[in-house]
């Protein structure tokens, strides 16, 4: 496939043709672990990475296969890694670029889960994260530093109604000779491109929108093909011999498809974070009705953001995609077509009405997922933000009186009338 059709052509065709066994129309689920080698020279050559093809599915599978190329096409990349999780891409993509006592430069405005991954967890390998407001561009070429070896941050921001500025930030990136990482999960590529933004990697919590519906975790690793690795001696794994392959060195032999090579014959095979093939379907399925149902969320979640910000019951609605959001301006640049489906919303009545509300609901699922054809709620102050001081769940755009809605692709009008008889509920 090339790159001259639209998406909704390729949201459906891209990677995939006709299983060359059978026929089969519909991508099969290749349920299996390894593949028989024609002769003992393929084998050589498959593990020698002298030819590409299937060895064992810790790190190839045709049914996964698909999903990569078709993710890739759709963000304008070279080249993707699936991986089990989007928190698992997260790590994949770093992993090339880390070392003891090197850092990443990341988005104070980020998924809960990312903050803890980045603040506690990767210091476990050496890795370090700072963190900055990255709407103080200074602050951010300030943060970088000798051991800095990637820029982090989100398209939209869950859950503040934050969009990041993506051409500004790369700039910045491209500057001091890094690589920009765009977490694309909320906005999905028929929203926002990052790499169209200046992004060098984009990752994914394939779990969300692509996928759709709340039934798979999954998640990718996207590569622009564009960054020069061996432009300065900060990225050995892709630029100097690797050991494990007697001395290849991946960016010499593989040019703009290095990382995702890297990502395959190093990444999975040695820290195994692959995506099975039954979940790779899954996505897949999902992926052929992502432009369709992005722009009924985008066009519910507007309505309802107009409808509650208007209701004398709501203090505040954050959503980027409402003329009052300080990022409505930068919405229209990096994601014209709509400012995605995630709001928060501050109710008058406190955390008491906020509980309330949640059980008072009958659409609206009180879950912690996003990016579901459900529509979903739930209390940050109660739940996923509980741990937090009231200091600290203000600082991240989850007071008390704040819900984070997920806004599905059901009946706008039923949606609406969901939450107005719940509200009065709440506030009765
Ligand atoms: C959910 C999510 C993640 C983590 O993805 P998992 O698939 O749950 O591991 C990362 N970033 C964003 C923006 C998310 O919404």
């Known amino acids: 496939m090339t790159k001259t059709y639209g998406f909704d052509t390729l949201q459906i065709h891209a990677g995939a043709r006709p299983d060359p066994a059978t026929g089969a129309r519909q991508t099969p689920i290749y349920q299996t672990t390894a593949y028989v080698f024609r002769d003992a020279d393929h084998a050589a050559a498959?593990?020698?990475?002298?030819?590409?093809?299937y060895i064992y599915s810790r790190l190839t599978n045709p049914t996964v296969a698909v999903l990569q190329e078709r993710i890739?096409?759709?963000?304008?990349?070279?080249?993707?890694?699936?991986?089990?999780?989007?928190?698992?891409?997260?790590?994949?993509?770093?992993?090339?670029?880390?070392?003891?006592?090197?850092?990443?430069?990341?988005?104070?405005?980020?998924?809960g889960g990312t903050l803890t991954q980045f603040s506690q967890t990767i210091k476990r390998f050496g890795w370090e994260a700072k963190f900055v407001d990255f709407d103080d561009l200074a602050a951010v070429e300030a943060a970088i530093d000798d051991n800095t070896r990637a820029v982090f941050c989100e398209t939209i921001a869950n859950p503040g109604g934050y969009v990041t500025d993506l051409d500004a930030i790369a700039a910045i990136a491209d500057r001091a000779g890094l690589p920009l990482i765009v977490d694309n999960t909320s906005a999905t590529p028929w929203l926002c491109r990052p790499i169209e933004h200046g992004a060098t990697l984009v990752v994914h919590s394939a779990t969300k929108y692509l996928t759709g519906n709340g039934?798979?975790?999954?998640?990718?690793?996207i590569d622009s093909g564009n960054f020069d690795w061996s432009a300065s001696d900060k990225f050995p794994s892709l630029s100097q011999p690797e050991p494990a392959y007697h001395g290849l060195k991946f960016h010499e032999t593989f040019g703009a498809l290095a990382f995702t090579f890297h990502g395959i014959a190093v990444g999975l095979r040695d820290l195994g974070m692959t995506l099975n093939p039954q979940a790779a379907h899954y996505t897949l399925m999902g992926i052929e009705t992502l432009s369709l149902r992005m722009e009924r969320h985008v066009a519910n979640a507007r309505k309802l953001a107009e409808w509650l910000e208007a209701d004398p019951r709501v203090e505040a609605v954050t959503y980027a995609g409402l003329p009052s959001s300080p990022y409505h301006d930068r919405a229209q640049k990096i994601c014209p077509k709509g400012a995605g489906a995630l709001f928060t919303v501050a109710l008058k009545g406190g955390y008491e009405s906020c509980v309330k509300l949640v059980d008072s609901l009958e659409i609206f699922s009180h879950v912690a997922n996003l990016g579901d054809a459900r529509s979903l709620i739930i209390h940050p102050a109660s739940t996923t933000h509980r741990q937090l001081t009231e200091k600290q769940q203000v600082a991240a755009g989850a007071a008390p009186n704040v819900v984070r809605l997920s806004i599905g692709i059901e009946d706008a009008d039923d949606l609406i009338a969901d939450l107005d008889q719940a509200l009065a509920t709440a506030t009765a």
């Open 215 to 221: 039934t798979v975790t999954g998640g990718a690793v």
């Open 46 to 53: 498959l593990f020698n990475l002298q030819e590409v093809g």
């Open 72 to 111: 890739a096409t759709l963000e304008g990349g070279v080249g993707a890694v699936c991986c089990s999780s989007g928190h698992a891409a997260q790590i994949m993509a770093l992993f090339p670029l880390m070392g003891p006592g090197r850092n990443v430069v990341a988005s104070t405005r980020a998924y």
